[in-house]
Structures are given as C-alpha cells and as structure tokens.
C-alpha cells in the first residue's frame, strides 16, 4: 500500500493557568505540527512534530521550512519509506530529530491498524495496563504556590516541582512547603532544570533527608550531577544533560544516577527510546517515561512506551496534555480516580482512523499522490 495524501496542521496551544516557567523560560504557548498519513488501502497514520519548550521562534520556523520538502519525497511511497526516513533524519540535528518522533509515530500507528494490534506491541509488549502520572507545579512565586498546593491536595501520587526561578531559600521554602501540604505523595520530584552550581545544589539537599525526594537535574552538565550524587549522598534524577542516547547509555553504565528521564520527542523517535527504556530495565535503573507538553498524538505514543517498561522501574510517566487548553480532544490518555494514566485502547495509537479535519479544520497543506 502506498502513501496516497499527507496532511498538515500547525499546532499552537496555550497554558490554562497562564504561564508555565522553569528556570531556563518561560511560555505562555506551545506550538508543534500535526501529521496525518492516508494509505490508498483507507488506513490513516497520525504524528505529532513536538517542538522543544526552549525553541526560540526562528527555530520554529526553520523547522517549519524542512517539513516541506521532506513530507513531499513521502507521498506515493510505501509506509516502509516512514521509518526509513526517520533515521536519515536522526542525523539532521534537533530539528531532524522531532521530524523523526513524528514519522515514526505514523508508522508504529499504520503498523498497528495493520496487524490490529496497539503500537505497545510492537514496542516489546505491555508490561503494565497503567502507570503513574506525574503533575507538574510550576509557580512564579511563594504565593502562587501556596494556592495551587490547596488545588491539589488530593490525587498525584507523583509530584514534579520546578525550582530555580527564585532564590534558593526560596526553593527550600517550596519543597518543605510541598512535603507539609502533600503528605500522601509517593514522590516530589524537585526539579533545578541544571540552575544550580554543585555547591549550591548540594546547600539546598542538605536541608532535607525525606525518602520521599528525588532531586531532578540540579546542575546541567552530567558530570556536575554526579558530582552532586556523590556529595550529598542523595537521590538524583537526570533528564536534559543525557539527552542524547550515547549519553543515557553512559549514565546507565555507571550506576551512580537514581532514575533518567526518556524523552522520544527528542531523542529521535519510539525505536531508539525502546532502545534506551530496555537498558535501563536490564540494569534495574528508575526511569520516567515523558515528553515535553504535547497534543493526544505524542501523548498517547510516549504512554505505549512507558506501558512497557517493567512497573518496579518506572517512577511515572505524564499527561502530557495536562497544562494546556485543548479544543477536540483525540482522547489520547486513559485517566483514573488513583492517579494512574493508560495509553488508549484500540490499535495503532488507539485514536481511532477518522480523518483529523473533523476535529482540527481544515488543513494548512497537503501533499499527494
């Protein structure tokens, strides 16, 4: 079967509660693109481009460019040709990499329609039906904070908080405020985004001894990380300083990191993500399963994913439609009443075959036969 039209959406969704920072930025939108391939057989693909929070406009815009030219040599192919450029655009930069998670996610989605089974399948099996899902608090100020603690006293088993904006006694008020409001989480996540030096990330962990802490990524080079592991003696989570594979591999072979975020939107696609989430299972490394803020697409494909990573290792993964205003939803993500989050049911991605104009409009460009 081949490729018979390709369409495109741009994607530009804004936060519910206004701005969402971290100590590197801060957005009050997120923006991405939306792609549907149809088979001349009627089965339709769907991928999500995720655009890294951090991107400037520009960045945006270049990648906006390339899209052309490279989903135009797609049309009239075999859905093979999808994985195939893929990893040609794995070695294009960051740009080739998120073109990369989308067609891949296209594919696994057609490949699943295809054998009539969900893409967790094709990704080594399901190991679990659900897994935890993490909330993201993310306040510019004390105050802001105090109020959104008393929103969310009751649910996440997980909790992330973002660190960094203020001063660090400041972060400590937000995490001792975090552990006192929410007794009954399982995890805080205390994330610096890299903010601080060694010194001072090991100032701010001394003040805590809570089993329930996991600092995330306080400094922003992984050899200041470990440093930091090695001084305090604490629990540190890596994300964005081994966001490269050779990188998670490395982390995985030294054994001195707690837990490593996998991150497929930016590390290439589902099949090199696999690759990193079955080494961390063999070696008993946590892991949590994300992406940045995204639509019901790329949601729903990181929660295949993260399905398949043995339970005992994964510290959560995340709705990562949560923050954001959506309009049409796909329903890419199952929620339930414990704090538990599942993939979709159905084959593919689980979002079902009907074209996307019913709930997206009519398209930005189209490519065909």
């Known amino acids: 079967m081949k490729i018979k039209t390709i369409k495109v959406w741009d994607s530009t969704v804004r936060f519910r509660h206004g701005v969402y920072a971290n100590s590197k930025v801060s957005r009050e939108t997120v923006h991405g693109r939306i792609w549907e391939f149809t088979m001349t057989d009627g089965r339709r693909g769907y991928g999500e481009v995720v655009f890294p929070f951090s991107w400037p406009v520009d960045q945006y815009q270049k990648a906006i460019q390339e899209e052309q030219a490279s989903l135009l040599s797609l049309a009239g192919k075999d859905s093979g040709q999808l994985m195939a450029a893929a990893r040609q655009h794995r070695?294009?930069?960051?740009?080739?990499?998120?073109?990369?998670?989308?067609?891949?996610?296209?594919?696994?989605?057609?490949?699943?329609?295809?054998?009539?089974?969900?893409?967790?399948?094709?990704?080594?099996?399901?190991?679990?039906?659900?897994?935890?899902?993490?909330?993201?608090?993310?306040?510019?100020?004390?105050?802001?904070?105090?109020?959104?603690?008393?929103?969310?006293?009751?649910?996440?088993?997980?909790?992330?908080?973002?660190?960094?904006?203020?001063?660090?006694?400041?972060?400590?008020?937000?995490?001792?405020?975090?552990?006192?409001?929410?007794?009954?989480?399982?995890?805080?996540?205390?994330?610096?985004?890299?903010?601080?030096?060694?010194?001072?990330?090991?100032?701010?962990?001394?003040?805590?001894?809570?089993?329930?802490?996991?600092?995330?990524?306080?400094?922003?080079?992984?050899?200041?990380?470990?440093?930091?592991?090695?001084?305090?003696?604490?629990?540190?989570?890596?994300?964005?300083?081994?966001?490269?594979?050779?990188?998670?591999?490395?982390?995985?072979?030294?054994?001195?990191?707690?837990?490593?975020?996998?991150?497929?939107?930016?590390?290439?696609?589902?099949?090199?993500?696999?690759?990193?989430?079955?080494?961390c299972a063999d070696f008993g490394v946590g892991m949590r399963i994300d992406g940045p803020w995204c639509g019901d697409i790329a949601a729903s494909a990181i929660l295949h994913l993260a399905v398949g990573a043995p339970p005992e290792f994964v510290i959560a993964s995340c709705d990562l439609r949560e923050p954001l205003e959506y309009e049409g939803s796909l329903a890419g993500v199952m929620r339930f009443d414990n704090g538990q989050i599942s993939p979709p049911k159905g084959p593919g991605l689980g979002l079902g075959n009907e074209p996307l104009e019913r709930k997206m409009g009519d398209p930005e460009a189209i490519y065909s036969i």
């Open 91 to 279: 070695h294009r930069g960051k740009i080739g990499l998120v073109h990369a998670f989308a067609l891949e996610t296209a594919w696994y989605d057609l490949s699943g329609k295809q054998e009539g089974i969900p893409i967790c399948e094709l990704l080594g099996g399901s190991k679990t039906a659900r897994v935890d899902d993490y909330l993201s608090i993310s306040e510019p100020t004390i105050q802001d904070f105090q109020d959104r603690l008393e929103q969310e006293k009751s649910g996440p088993n997980v909790v992330q908080l973002k660190l960094g904006m203020n001063s660090r006694n400041d972060d400590v008020n937000q995490v001792a405020l975090a552990l006192e409001k929410l007794p009954d989480i399982k995890l805080l996540l205390a994330d610096a985004n890299g903010k601080w030096s060694v010194d001072e990330a090991c100032e701010v962990i001394a003040k805590f001894d809570d089993s329930r802490l996991i600092w995330e990524e306080p400094c922003s080079r992984y050899e200041a990380n470990i440093e930091v592991v090695r001084l305090s003696g604490k629990r540190v989570m890596v994300d964005q300083c081994v966001g490269e594979v050779s990188l998670a591999m490395q982390a995985v072979d030294e054994g001195l990191v707690s837990a490593l975020t996998i991150k497929p939107a930016y590390l290439g696609g589902l099949t090199v993500a696999r690759e990193v989430r079955d080494y």
